[in-house]
């Protein structure tokens, strides 16, 4: 149980590697959340039985970690916490789908088994690209690029306090962890007579806790809109990334590359 | 200098459980002055604090800041005018720097960058954690987290400081520290406590609640020492009035 309580700590390490300086940190937040949302629309484009031709999207998540100095461990946790959720989605397609799509002397997979796949690479790119941004950008800097892109103000104040909570939600399950636990010498997880009680507790403190929250961002003149101060303006440099980027994610969606380097080889080597 | 002045009449409110928190509360505070709003747990000193800053708004009588009645109308005057003080420093930060933090109430009244900066370092230097800017305000220590919610209600430049137990969870030290800041500061104060020691070092005036209604309002000195009010208002004389436990005398 303690470490639950100790990773829970570190659930705000995102807006923390959001301050950091990096160049990518420093490109307009509006070219980073236009960029995400090319790389997302261009992953999701991809018909199910594609595999080959998802492989040259993983550069793009490798180049921003390495470029954005982002540890790789907490954020593959993070990616892993919502994986069981897409792997409950491609669930049924290996059940269903059970035409034989690659005939090997040794083996046969179905086309169930590769959109499986495909919707597991998919779901774990386009994850690892939203956290990618928000650890490079930060929430406040995605709102005020959202506003900029006049998403309504009322969506993008869903948003922002949608995301506050659920770290209030986090730390208040931390604290409630820890007290049972205090009192439950021995025991490995929560009996679950006591989820009842304990996860109603958890609703109403921190519904309580949010709204003093929300007062304390009122009394301070909070009126829906999250201003972030100096904002650098956008130069070249930033119109080019996001444009280098969307070029390139077009050209990997029209030309499956991989196969074309490996007809390539195959030519040659004819 | 008017609009320092708070009018409280006939406050009643309930909560939507049915639970009377406020009945009939009337006070008038003037410029300068400083308040000890003491009471026993649920005397409604945090429900009164509320009504203050426009979180709440009363069933029944009225709230004036300066000719400003509190309305929803006027709420961004008011709250601006009105700096409150949260019990919980955690539900005051919420930023991810202690910074922007600070920089939050500010930048809400779009304030050129300029200003909001040196606003911001005078606050926190006022407080003394201009050193802290850059942390995460959720890995302070209490007595950091309570100066970083100070703070940030200092930077909005409030005529009036409304605060809610602010000496609560703190060590002698850093409440020591706050005390002698809040001394410093020439703000009209309205301080919900039951730092009986507190309230009579820092308020020349104090109010008891109780059961939401103001049973004395007068001089801190006379009412602290009254031994048989404060025991019937369920608190404690101030250490410093006490007999001294060791040798007996006063
Ligand atoms: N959100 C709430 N809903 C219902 N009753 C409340 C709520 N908050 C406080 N109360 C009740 O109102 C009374 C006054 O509470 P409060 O103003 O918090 O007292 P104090 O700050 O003096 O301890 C208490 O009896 C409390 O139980
Ligand atoms: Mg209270």
Same mark, same amino acid.
């Given at each position: 149980?303690?470490?639950?309580?100790?990773?829970?700590?570190?659930?705000?390490?995102?807006?923390?590697?959001?301050?950091?300086?990096?160049? #990518?940190?420093?490109?307009?937040?509006?070219?980073?959340?236009?960029?995400?949302?090319?790389?997302?629309?261009?992953?999701?484009?991809?018909?199910?039985?594609?595999?080959?031709?998802?492989?040259?999207?993983?550069?793009?998540?490798?180049?921003?970690?390495?470029?954005?100095?982002?540890?790789?461990?907490?954020?593959?946790?993070?990616?892993?916490?919502?994986?069981?959720?897409?792997?409950?989605?491609?669930?049924?397609?290996?059940?269903?789908?059970?035409?034989?799509?690659?005939?090997?002397?040794?083996?046969?997979?179905?086309?169930?088994?590769?959109?499986?796949?495909?919707?597991?690479?998919?779901?774990?790119?386009?994850?690892?690209?939203?956290?990618?941004?928000?650890?490079?950008?930060?929430?406040?800097?995605?709102?005020?690029?959202?506003?900029?892109?006049?998403?309504?103000?009322?969506?993008?104040?869903?948003?922002?306090?949608?995301?506050?909570?659920?770290?209030?939600?986090?730390?208040?399950?931390?604290?409630?962890?820890?007290?049972?636990?205090?009192?439950?010498?021995?025991?490995?997880?929560? =009996?679950?007579?006591?989820?009842?009680?304990?996860?109603?507790?958890?609703?109403? =403190?921190?519904?309580?806790?949010?709204?003093?929250?929300?007062?304390?961002?009122?009394?301070?003149?909070?009126?829906?809109?999250?201003?972030?101060?100096?904002?650098?303006?956008?130069?070249?440099?930033?119109?080019?990334?996001?444009?280098?980027?969307?070029?390139?994610?077009?050209?990997?969606?029209?030309?499956?590359?991989?196969?074309?380097?490996?007809?390539?080889?195959?030519? /040659?080597?004819? | 200098?008017?609009?320092? #002045?708070?009018?409280?009449?006939?406050?009643?409110?309930?909560?939507?459980?049915?639970?009377?928190?406020?009945?009939?509360?009337?006070? =008038?505070?003037?410029?300068?002055?400083?308040?000890?709003?003491?009471?026993?747990?649920?005397?409604?000193?945090?429900?009164?604090?509320?009504?203050?800053?426009? /979180?709440?708004?009363?069933?029944?009588?009225?709230?004036?800041?300066?000719?400003?009645?509190?309305?929803?109308?006027?709420?961004?005057?008011?709250?601006?005018?009105?700096?409150? /003080?949260?019990?919980?420093?955690?539900?005051?930060?919420? @930023?991810?720097?202690?910074? &922007? &933090?600070?920089?939050?109430?500010?930048?809400?009244?779009?304030?050129?960058?300029?200003?909001?900066?040196?606003?911001?370092?005078?606050?926190?230097?006022?407080?003394?954690?201009?050193?802290?800017?850059?942390?995460?305000?959720?890995?302070?220590?209490?007595?950091?987290?309570?100066?970083?919610?100070?703070?940030?209600?200092?930077?909005?430049?409030?005529?009036?400081?409304? @605060?809610?137990?602010?000496?609560?969870?703190?060590?002698?030290?850093?409440?020591?520290?706050?005390?002698?800041?809040?001394?410093?500061?020439?703000?009209?104060?309205?301080?919900?406590?039951?730092?009986?020691?507190?309230?009579?070092?820092?308020?020349? =005036?104090?109010? #008891?609640?109780?059961?939401?209604?103001?049973?004395?309002?007068?001089?801190?000195?006379?009412?602290?020492?009254?031994?048989?009010?404060?025991?019937?208002?369920?608190?404690?004389?101030?250490?410093?009035?006490?007999?001294?436990?060791?040798?007996?005398?006063?």
């Amino acid at each position: 149980m303690p470490n639950l309580v100790e990773s829970l700590y570190n659930i705000r390490i995102l807006d923390e590697l959001a301050e950091k300086r990096t160049i #990518i940190h420093n490109i307009h937040p509006l070219m980073k959340v236009l960029t995400t949302g090319v790389y997302l629309m261009v992953t999701v484009s991809f018909g199910k039985y594609e595999l080959s031709g998802l492989l040259p999207l993983i550069f793009y998540p490798v180049v921003l970690i390495t470029l954005a100095d982002i540890p790789i461990v907490p954020i593959f946790k993070r990616v892993l916490l919502v994986l069981p959720l897409i792997i409950g989605i491609g669930l049924f397609n290996p059940l269903f789908d059970k035409n034989p799509m690659i005939v090997l002397p040794w083996i046969q997979i179905s086309g169930g088994w590769i959109s499986f796949f495909s919707i597991l690479i998919k779901g774990f790119l386009t994850i690892l690209a939203a956290l990618i941004l928000i650890a490079t950008t930060g929430m406040t800097r995605i709102a005020s690029a959202l506003r900029i892109m006049r998403i309504p103000r009322l969506f993008i104040m869903q948003l922002l306090l949608t995301y506050r909570y659920i770290s209030v939600l986090i730390e208040e399950v931390g604290r409630v962890v820890r007290a049972y636990s205090l009192r439950s010498p021995g025991e490995k997880g929560i =009996r679950f007579s006591n989820w009842g009680s304990l996860t109603g507790q958890l609703l109403i =403190r921190t519904l309580e806790r949010a709204q003093r929250v929300y007062h304390s961002m009122c009394c301070r003149g909070f009126a829906g809109e999250y201003n972030v101060g100096r904002e650098k303006g956008m130069g070249i440099g930033d119109i080019v990334y996001f444009v280098g980027w969307s070029l390139y994610f077009v050209i990997i969606r029209y030309f499956n590359i991989p196969a074309m380097i490996g007809s390539l080889m195959m030519g /040659v080597g004819k | 200098m008017s609009h320092h #002045i708070i009018q409280v009449n006939n406050l009643k409110y309930k909560y939507p459980d049915g639970r009377e928190a406020l009945n009939g509360v009337t006070f =008038r505070i003037t410029h300068g002055e400083s308040i000890g709003i003491v009471g026993a747990n649920g005397a409604g000193k945090s429900t009164l604090l509320m009504h203050l800053v426009g /979180v709440l708004f009363p069933d029944e009588g009225e709230i004036s800041v300066g000719d400003v009645p509190v309305t929803k109308k006027t709420l961004p005057v008011i709250r601006q005018r009105v700096g409150m /003080v949260f019990q919980e420093p955690d539900d005051q930060l919420f @930023m991810t720097t202690v910074y &922007d &933090d600070v920089a939050f109430g500010p930048r809400n009244y779009k304030l050129p960058e300029e200003e909001v900066e040196k606003r911001v370092k005078s606050s926190l230097d006022t407080v003394g954690i201009l050193h802290l800017k850059d942390r995460p305000p959720y890995k302070l220590s209490g007595g950091e987290k309570r100066a970083a919610a100070i703070a940030t209600v200092l930077a909005m430049n409030p005529d009036i400081l409304v @605060m809610d137990e602010p000496t609560s969870a703190l060590d002698p030290k850093s409440r020591r520290r706050l005390i002698m800041l809040l001394q410093s500061f020439t703000h009209t104060k309205i301080i919900a406590t039951h730092d009986m020691d507190m309230v009579f070092e820092l308020c020349e =005036r104090t109010i #008891i609640l109780q059961d939401g209604k103001v049973i004395t309002d007068g001089p801190t000195a006379k009412i602290l020492s009254n031994v048989e009010l404060m025991e019937e208002c369920g608190l404690e004389l101030p250490l410093g009035l006490q007999g001294c436990p060791v040798c007996g005398t006063k």
